[in-house]
């Protein structure tokens, strides 16, 4: 089972910057795909940003603002997320695809306010 964690969540002020890193261990197949997902209180958990052979997608709600990369050899994906706003505010989830499946992190939350 991969375990993925993330870090670097917390409160931020509104427009300010915030970077989110998920470490990814107990590997046993390359992963298709990495990314980040959220969910707010009350909302369903949405797809943030996804990166897939360099490839990269964002929700609309963050493009421009957000930026995710990842470090193939070392397994991590980042998170750089800028002009943040309340509305960011959620529990962001990393998450890794292989050939066995989806495995996700414990989450980490994001407080957007002032």
């Known amino acids: 089972q991969v375990h993925l964690v993330e870090s670097g969540g917390g409160l931020v002020q509104p427009g300010g910057s915030l970077r989110l890193s998920c470490a990814a261990s107990?590997?046993?197949?390359?992963?298709?795909?990495m990314g980040w997902y959220r969910q707010a209180p009350g909302k369903q958990r949405e797809l943030v940003a996804i990166?897939?052979?360099?490839?990269?997608d964002y929700a609309d709600s963050v493009k421009g603002r957000f930026t995710i990369s990842s470090d193939n050899d070392k397994n991590t994906v980042s998170l750089q997320m800028n002009a943040v706003k309340p509305e960011d505010t959620a529990v962001y989830y990393c998450?890794?695809?292989?050939?066995?499946?989806?495995?996700w992190g414990q989450g980490t939350q994001v407080t957007v306010s002032s």
């Open positions: 990166t897939n052979s360099g490839n990269t």
């Open positions: 107990r590997i046993t197949f390359k992963f298709y795909a």
């Open positions: 998450y890794a695809v292989d050939p066995r499946g989806t495995s």
